[in-house]
């Protein structure tokens, strides 16, 4: 997909991985639709950016929600083609702690919750409005670019809720792809390593030093400009579906 005179939305896209897609894909020339719940960040981005890109207060587990922000999206002045899912949290816990209590089931539902079926819930309502558009040359209509994780293959002790909710991700990538080839929609997947987002950046700098080491090639943190780079890529390159692609310098996970 070479025209990015396109409408997009970004979940997740006030801060982190998916500002830096909200401004690659606006640098490009994409009119951007930000989708988050941080209303303030939210708004200060698009009006820093300015032009097309609007902030739709958004929650991703919310059919509603997201109905609106895509509805927001479809209302510009071109068709939405790029749905990003950036949104997601994290959650620390074994399954059994040192004391022998077990996993609050509350607190694995809200990660699946948020990161899986977040994630599943704005795949859907996109490739809907994109599926009622007009396909380019190749009979494309539009792509979804999801985030997984690294820890969908190496999770680590503590891990169990966000790995479970990142590997269902990658799970569903394929037959996404393979369930939206009829409308000519595109469905990949990044699993990022260690990025340095707002999370790595609060850790002490002798912290975030000892991490860079373990990572094989390049020695530093994954850059948020780095995703974005990558999900451009994806966007513009249109035989790539029903892929997953770590993006983690070679980076495998010990299991602490």
Do not use: W
Not at 1 to 29: C, E, F, I, P
Not at 54 to 74: K, L, N, Y
Not at 141 to 168: E, L, M, P
Not at 208 to 237: M, Y
């Amino acid at each position: 997909m070479k025209d990015l005179d396109v409408a997009a939305v970004v979940t997740g896209g006030a801060s982190g991985l998916g500002a830096a897609t909200t401004r690659a894909l606006t640098a490009a020339g994409v009119a951007v639709t930000v989708l988050d719940l941080d209303g303030e960040r939210g708004q200060a981005l698009a009006a820093e950016l300015g032009g097309h890109t609007t902030f739709v207060r958004t929650d991703v587990t919310d059919e509603g929600s997201v109905q609106a922000a895509i509805d927001d999206a479809t209302g510009k002045d071109r068709p939405l083609r790029i749905a990003v899912n950036c949104a997601g949290i994290g959650y620390a816990a074994r399954v059994l702690g040192r004391d022998g209590s077990p996993h609050e089931l509350a607190a694995f539902t809200r990660t699946v919750g948020v990161n899986l079926i977040g994630t599943f819930n704005v795949l859907r309502l996109a490739a809907a409005a994109m599926a009622r558009t007009e396909p380019d040359a190749d009979g494309e209509r539009g792509v979804v670019v999801n985030t997984a994780s690294i820890a969908a293959y190496d999770g680590q002790i503590g891990q169990i809720a966000y790995a479970a909710s990142k590997g269902g991700i990658v799970g569903l990538t394929l037959p996404a792809a393979r369930d939206l080839s009829s409308v000519g929609v595109r469905v990949c997947t990044i699993a990022p390593g260690l990025v340095d987002t707002p999370l790595l950046a609060g850790l002490p700098e002798e912290a975030r030093t000892a991490l860079a080491s373990n990572i094989p090639f390049p020695k530093r943190l994954g850059r948020p400009e780095d995703f974005a780079e990558l999900a451009l890529d994806i966007v513009r390159h249109g035989y790539l579906n029903g892929e997953v692609i770590r993006m983690d310098g070679a980076l495998r996970m010990a299991p602490r």
